[in-house]
């Protein structure tokens, strides 16, 4: 049994993503930090597709109800285990009624955190993640709360590992984003593009504390559309790290809750910066690079 | 028909530039060919108005191999033999307590309720798409004399069931979310069950007509 004394500012049950049913609407869901949930997971021997804990903010922290071992990577936080401190992407071993404590995050803003075993909940839609708006997946559909108790199925004690620190990944603001060409990057106008390509100081955006788990706000400069053209498109599918253009000209990032979407889609963010918008902070400072060979 | 990459894991088909029943087919035809393949390096398929956008295994396959894949096979999807469309009738509360915008349609249109029930009940609509959120029906095209603009401010919960008019699209919430179409009614219809396979009652290009509950 784990129990959740304090589930941080949020918390919720993530895995690798609810794919396939896109057709019907449905997203994935998936954990935002890809690297860190596969890390988390072999660390802690566990198969590549187990449960685990996302979280924002400190004072996150379980009483652990069973011997087993515990991991945490992502974001650089200051862990406690009954007084003791932990080392970042570390498994490290839990005796029954010990507890796990988040103080603070030095690095970084979403964290990991899993266990040897599998926590007790069922998939859904193939699935562990929980899916926010329609409230099913994860624990009960919703973000943890205090109080909340689930089951560590066949809890195992593996011996302590590490990831490296020279692997763990560089999460410190300000962030580069690159991003290829997207679909609509012709309906703006060629000023406001040249000015978001020189990389001045006005090209650095704002992620703007409106942001979620749906889609990172930027603020800042705001892109001009030409005059010609509709600012919304006819819906159509979108890819998780879409940038989009809504009518104010102020980009959104999408990430993994939308299959479709109605704004101009300026970019998409590339694949190996798509971890590192798990770590985007309310105020960090972010400039969006173009790359490829549509330069 | 063109193919064109959409960052690293997407192929965008492009099958025309509008809300189109023969161009919507044309993607339905295309969507319903793709998934019966079954590929391991289809992650998922997001077939909409007029473009059906495929998110690939980009470890698995290159974009180039896959739209050579893809186009090797272009002559089979005419022979596929497509699903027939299923015809969905849903009963709607309309207007007061489950329609909170009907009193602004009816001010917007210059029609009465009655007449507006009359007109969106009587068009057999097209299931042009299905997004976003799980098992939303984006349906068309509504009768022109019901065209009404978004909200301005998008309400911060729409309930569940709620049927909305957006331009000359008509829509179901199937869970209370944040939104921004004027809600003229509300259906008991369950249009998407997480619990139970199939989850979703309705496909692309089948049909749906409303009747008053």
Redesign the interface.
Known sequence: MIEVIHPGWFSLIVDGGR??????????SAALDTFSYKMLNALLKNPSDAPAIEVIGNDFSLRIGTDMTCAITGAKVEAILSGELLQPWTSFRAQKGSILKVKSIFEGFRYYVGFSGTIGIEK??NSYST?L?????GFKGRPLMKGDRFVLKEPREEKPDKIPVENIPDMKPPHVLRF?K??EMKYFSPESLSRLFEKKASSWYNVSSKSNRTGIRLEGEPLVFKKDVEKSI??????P??IQIPGDGLPIIMLHE???GGYARLG?I??ADHDLLAHLKPKDAVMLEMVGPDL | MEYQKYGEDGVRIVFGDAIDLVINENVRRYYSYLKSLNLKEVVDIMPSFSTCIIHFDSEAISFEKFVFYLTERESQINAFDIREPVIHEIPVVYGGSAGPDMGFVVSYTKLSEDEIIDLHTSTLYNVYTIGFMPGFPYLGTLDKRLYVPRLETPRVKVPKGSVGLAQLQTGIYTYESPGGWQIIGKTGAKLFDHTTEPYCLMNMGDKVRFVRA
């Open positions: 794919y396939g049913y896109a057709d019907y609407g449905v997203p994935s859904i839609i899916n708006e329609c409230r099913f997946g290829l997207g679909p006819i819906s159509e599918g979108i890819l790290g879409t939308r299959t479709i998409v590339i694949k």
